[in-house]
């Protein structure tokens, strides 16, 4: 983000560790998104298994990165929580090291000018390689900005990758059903953004990744790009501590009308959504038929939880009424051997 990239083919060479492998994914999607012919190409070249000569450069780059943390304890030592010992393991056998707990947060780290400062240093340095017994140097920076002056730029907003960070979660096989539902941990999920994606004639295999309340839905390949959200059948009663994710359209309609005192039922406002709701049709649909909801409520005389589920029957029939007399396209069925 905020980082020019030469309109040319870029290559790159990523680690072959678990947590790298999955760059394959949001890689794949920005190449879908912006890649051009003769333009813009994020091209990745994974370090071989068992072929020293590519991890050498890799390697070189993780112990500065283990000296960087270094640089980040003394600078920060005044804010040291606790120390307790732990291991690692380092050629089969196990070392002894000593943990240090940061009371910091990644914004503190960001103010401190630390990552800008390593990053500096890591560009602006000398970096030494040997081909053929011939060792020479080279300088990260003047490498990339003389790629930069030979073409056009492009250059990335927050906008254009906010989602990707989705990515980032480890990754579970599972399978959507034919009817949009997923069976995780003996809990139910509805498919509640991308259904088009799947068939309905027959279940598809995908990853997924949980965060509790939702689940992330990846394509079933290794650089298989987002397809959707599912919403578990029955939130928690409990918020679920999720990692920072933008709420899809279903959960801000959910919230909306939970904001107005009624007990929503996912799958059914799941399927209404899919047939063509959405949040600004949610709202209007409410204040057209404010009055009456309130009215309804007052002659029903019950616990609010029946009240609740009163009112959100009431609101689904007048978004049934709503959608028979403007008629949506329902999205079109994927074929029996390709998910698109």
């Not at 081909?131 to 250059?155: H, I, M, Y």
Request: contains cysteine.
């Amino acid at each position: 983000m905020s980082t020019p990239f030469p309109q040319k083919k870029i290559r790159l060479r990523p680690d072959n560790a678990k947590g790298f492998v999955n760059l394959k994914r949001p890689i794949n999607e920005l190449n879908i998104k912006f890649s051009l012919p003769g333009g813009f190409y994020l091209q990745p070249d994974f370090s071989r298994i068992h072929a020293p000569k590519d991890k050498a450069h890799l390697e070189s780059s993780h112990r500065s990165i283990h000296h960087f943390e270094m640089r980040i304890i003394k600078h920060f030592e005044d804010r040291i929580a606790k120390t307790e010992p732990g291991y690692i393991y380092r050629n089969g056998k196990k070392e002894k090291i000593t943990v240090t707990y940061l009371d910091i947060d990644l914004e503190t780290l960001r103010q401190s000018d630390l990552l800008e400062s390593y990053r500096r240093q890591h560009n602006e340095q000398k970096h030494y390689y040997s081909v053929n017994g011939k060792t020479s140097a080279w300088v990260p920076k003047e490498k990339f900005d003389a790629g930069l002056a030979q073409c056009e730029r492009l250059t990335f907003g927050a906008d254009d990758v906010r989602h990707f960070a989705k990515y980032g979660y480890d990754k579970i096989k599972a399978t959507v059903g034919a009817k949009g539902i997923i069976t995780f941990n003996n809990q139910t999920y509805h498919v509640a953004v991308g259904a088009q994606h799947f068939s309905r004639h027959k279940s598809t295999k995908v990853y997924i990744s949980d965060l509790g309340d939702k689940l992330f839905i990846f394509e079933h390949k290794e650089n298989g790009i987002l397809l959707g959200e599912a919403l578990r059948r029955e939130p928690y009663e409990k918020p679920v501590n999720q990692a920072v994710a933008e709420p899809n359209a279903v959960e801000l309609i959910s919230a909306y009308l939970q904001e107005k005192k009624m007990a929503v039922d996912r799958p059914r406002l799941i399927d209404i959504h899919l047939r063509g709701l959405t949040l600004d049709a949610a709202k209007a649909i409410y204040r057209q038929n404010r009055k009456r909801y309130i009215a309804y409520a007052i002659k029903l005389r019950q616990p609010d939880a029946i009240t609740g589920k009163a009112l959100f029957n009431a609101f689904i029939l007048d978004c049934e009424r709503q959608l028979s007399n403007n008629p949506l396209v329902e999205y079109a069925p994927c074929s029996e051997n390709k998910v698109l």
